[in-house]
């Protein structure tokens, strides 16, 4: 009778439809709402959350019947009992998807032992250039150069007040500043290339290559460094304010814009070559290198503090050599796309 009333259109789903629940209780495989064909709600009491088969009905009702398999619900369970193997112990389960992305199998180190990154891989990897000439600086001379330069002068008195002697921390907000300008400079590269039809010499990856080595950068300072609750607060304050200062700035005049990251940068050889003293005289100690600094460097094992702030600062006068470059080839009345980019040091 029950099978007679659900087929006749009865709301009621018949009793042998009823999977029991934990409490004993049924519920409805399938609910009928007023007006509406049959849901999907309750079939997530096997584990499935989603439907597994249908057959289409009668199309003059325009009912479906979802029938669901028994057989599968088991596979189910068995995939979930075998992950629960172990006796607690975590294991990793293949994600399978109809998108066709396959998991990247282990990577390996060129001594065979395992890649634990992946943020970064091994071909991602490189050696800083040390040798690179710190002592460059470029002479303001025209009024905009001045301003620029001014400019990052003035933001260099508070940031020295409120840090004082703690270079971690002021590492880590300036990190978090300098990874700014890459990503706004390759963003607008990027969409003026997308528009105009035309290829941008190179200085989209460029710069979007600069914005990730900043963040590897903070990434690492992270590890060494752990900020206090106002500094995050301000980290967050100082990144709104400087995103869209220099995304209007750079609309407005990239050349201005690329001689403000410029000096940023000069700036920033001169806070770690501070930072270096300090470990050189002790007041800092010389702890060992975070594992993902002496990955992403390729420094050695025993490498400590100064071997890791030796090649940020490395990397630092490199972008400021770069953007000093941009800033004069808009200077000399030509467009990036004209020069090709300095790409390759990262």
């Keep these: 009778p029950d099978a007679k009333r659900w087929k006749q259109g009865s709301t009621e789903t018949p009793r042998h439809h009823l999977p029991a629940s934990r409490h004993g209780l049924r519920r409805p495989l399938l609910r009928r709402r007023r007006g509406a064909g049959w849901g999907w709600e309750g079939l997530r009491w096997c584990g499935l959350g989603s439907p597994v088969a249908a057959r289409k009905g009668d199309a003059g009702e325009g009912r479906s019947v979802m029938v669901l398999s028994k057989e ?21 389960v293949a994600i399978s998807s109809y998108w066709g ?32 000439d710190l002592t460059k600086h470029h002479v303001p001379n025209t009024m905009l150069d001045k ?14 007040i409120f840090f004082q002697r703690r270079y971690g921390c002021r590492a880590m907000m300036l990190e978090t500043v300098a990874a700014v300008p890459g990503m706004v400079g390759g963003m607008l590269l990027h969409l003026r290339s997308l528009r105009r039809f035309e290829q941008s010499g190179g ?35 100082v990144q709104g304010v400087f995103f869209n200062a220099y995304f209007f700035g750079y609309l407005i005049s990239p050349k ?17 070559t501070e930072f270096l003293k300090d470990l050189d005289d002790g007041k800092i100690d010389n702890v060992p290198a975070p594992a993902i600094a002496i990955d992403y460097w390729r420094l050695p ?35 990036l796309k004209a020069t090709p980019a300095p790409i390759g040091y990262h």
């Design 301 to 335: 094992a025993n490498a400590t503090l100064k071997d890791v702030v030796t090649v940020v600062r490395a990397d630092e006068a490199h972008h400021r050599d770069v953007n000093h470059f941009a800033s004069d080839v808009y200077y000399q009345g030509m467009q």
């Design 203 to 237: 200085w989209i990856r460029a710069l979007l290559e600069e914005a990730e080595n900043e963040r590897m950068h903070l990434m690492t300072f992270m590890e060494v460094a752990q900020p206090r609750w106002y500094e995050r607060a301000l980290v967050i304050a």
């Design 147 to 160: 301003i620029a330069y001014y400019t990052v002068k003035s933001l260099r008195f508070p940031t020295d």
């Design 256 to 272: 201005f814009a690329h001689r403000v990251v410029g000096y940023l940068e000069e700036e920033a050889v001169h806070s770690y």
């Design 101 to 132: 992305i396959e998991q990247s199998k282990k990577l390996v180190r060129e001594d065979g032992t395992e890649w634990k990154w992946s943020c970064f891989r091994p071909w991602e990897t490189y050696t800083a250039d040390t040798s690179i």
């Design 72 to 92: 599968m619900c088991r596979a189910a369970k068995a995939v979930k009992a075998e992950a629960a193997k172990g006796d607690g112990e975590k294991k990793e």
